[in-house]
């Protein structure tokens, strides 16, 4: 999955011979906090209204005054994982995008870098979600993926973090079945710690037990 295939169909970008008063018409005609900055279909960089207001002139050309050069535009074959990296490290709105030829293509928005990382997390597929927790040392990929094909059930999407303050790693499970009692059984048989489930159907009832596994694991 590439992240030029979730391009934004809006032209966020505006041309360096523009003038300022332009730029700032087009932020607000689009109710956007960012415009693309190019040199025909060449990438030059960003613009924003605080950037914009701060030109004393507003008929002077956007060539004439700083322009942002971050965030670093993608490739069009990079990973959507990629353009969410970006997007947090410098807090913007757009990610601009460019061909194999370096020229701009377009951007991705918040909205079309949550619609892949969904996709990616086949988070519009029905079923359970699974937080486990184990042991750093402890942790095999292969017996959870083990256990959940035991019960003819199936992964479809698997996360994990280092919980470093009990050395244990947490495990997101986006499972395609939603009667998952069986499965949680065999987890806790395991010794893994059930920390969530989401959309289940209720047939695992536990919740003192999982209760008191949630207690110690946070006073591990």
Excluded: W
């Amino acid at each position: 999955m590439l992240i030029g295939q979730f391009l934004s169909n809006a032209d966020f970008s505006i041309q360096n011979t523009d003038s300022i008063q332009q730029a700032l018409e087009k932020l607000q005609d689009m109710l956007c906090k960012e415009l693309i900055v190019l040199n025909g279909d060449e990438y030059i960089g960003l613009v924003n209204e605080i950037i914009l207001l701060e030109a004393e002139d507003e008929e002077a050309l956007l060539s004439s005054i700083p322009i942002n050069t971050v965030p670093i535009p993608l490739k069009f074959n990079q990973h959507p994982y990629d353009a969410l990296v970006m997007m947090t490290v410098y807090s913007g709105t757009i990610v601009p995008i460019l061909d194999q030829d370096n020229k701009y293509i377009g951007v991705c928005t918040q909205l079309d870098i949550l619609k892949a990382i969904s996709l990616i997390q086949s988070q519009n597929e029905s079923g359970a979600i699974i937080v486990l927790a184990i042991g750093l040392h402890d942790f095999s990929l292969s017996q959870i993926a083990h256990l959940v094909e035991s019960d003819n059930c199936r992964i479809l999407n698997c996360a994990t973090k280092i919980n470093l303050d009990t050395d244990n790693i947490e495990v997101t499970l986006k499972i395609d079945k939603s009667n998952i009692g069986a499965l949680l059984n065999s987890f806790l048989r395991h010794n893994y710690i059930i920390l969530e489930t989401h959309n289940t159907i209720a047939s695992f009832d536990d919740t003192a037990d999982r209760y008191q596994q949630l207690m110690n694991y946070i006073n591990i």
